[in-house]
């Protein structure tokens, strides 16, 4: 069955340094999503994208985040200037079209030191 | 809030039995979806509801919706060790899932 991949697993990043994180979603999907969980809490929505463009961010998605689909395959978020509070899991993932469920990866662990 | 809610937070039970858990929510939805997240995993697709839909059933589960009541219930039964997880609800709207806080359920043995 496809499946949404997420590389790195793990990442270690020294804070104030960028950061990229990839996503391969589902190859026929047209919506893709950024969501992250701090440790013990809620998943948070970051970023909905579509058409080539953001569809909806959250407040949590500022100047510092941004998202890119550099060509067919891929789904990149990247973190210009890293903090500490940007430690968590970040989960990619995507869906086919309206009224249809979302296809998560297994989530990139990112540790801010 | 737009987020679901679950309730119980945490629940155990013995193997072979049945487990429900419930959602609430505050606002409109086009459809629920019901998630499981084993420890340090991804979050994996359980089951969707449509806003018009009242009953699904998927295998050991059973998921309600009750617009009215703005409110779901996920029911795994004869449950088993492998279904020992954290449960989320999430209310979908066009752009995003808003999820609530989960129920972390343990299957003893």
């Known amino acids: 069955e496809p499946e949404v991949t997420q590389t790195p697993s793990h990442q270690v990043t020294q804070m104030g340094q960028e950061v990229i994180l990839r996503c391969v979603p589902i190859?026929?999907?047209?919506?893709f999503y950024w969501y992250r969980q701090i440790l013990g809490q809620k998943v948070e929505f970051l970023v909905s994208f579509y058409n080539n463009e953001i569809s909806e961010k959250s407040e949590i998605f500022d100047d510092q985040f941004s998202v890119e689909r550099p060509d067919g395959s891929n789904f990149t978020l990247k973190i210009r200037s890293t903090k500490l509070e940007d430690s968590a899991m970040y989960f990619c993932?995507?869906?086919?079209?309206?009224?249809?469920?979302?296809?998560f990866g297994d989530g990139t662990r990112l540790s801010i030191l | 809030s737009q987020q679901g809610e679950e309730d119980p937070q945490a629940l155990s039970i013995q193997e072979g039995e049945n487990a429900t858990m419930n959602c609430s929510y505050k606002t409109s939805i086009n459809n629920l979806q019901w998630y499981r997240q084993n420890s340090g995993r991804g979050l994996v697709h359980l089951i969707l509801?449509?806003?018009?839909?009242r009953e699904k059933h998927s295998g050991r589960l059973r998921v309600t919706l009750d617009t009215s009541k703005k409110s779901s219930s996920l029911l795994i039964t004869a449950s088993r060790a492998a279904d020992t997880a954290s449960y989320f609800c999430a209310r979908a709207n066009d752009y995003k899932l808003s999820f609530g806080a989960g129920t972390t359920v343990t299957v003893r043995a």
């Open positions: 190859s026929n999907h047209l919506y």
């Open positions: 509801i449509r806003s018009n839909e």
């Open positions: 993932a995507s869906r086919w079209g309206s009224d249809q469920p979302q296809h």
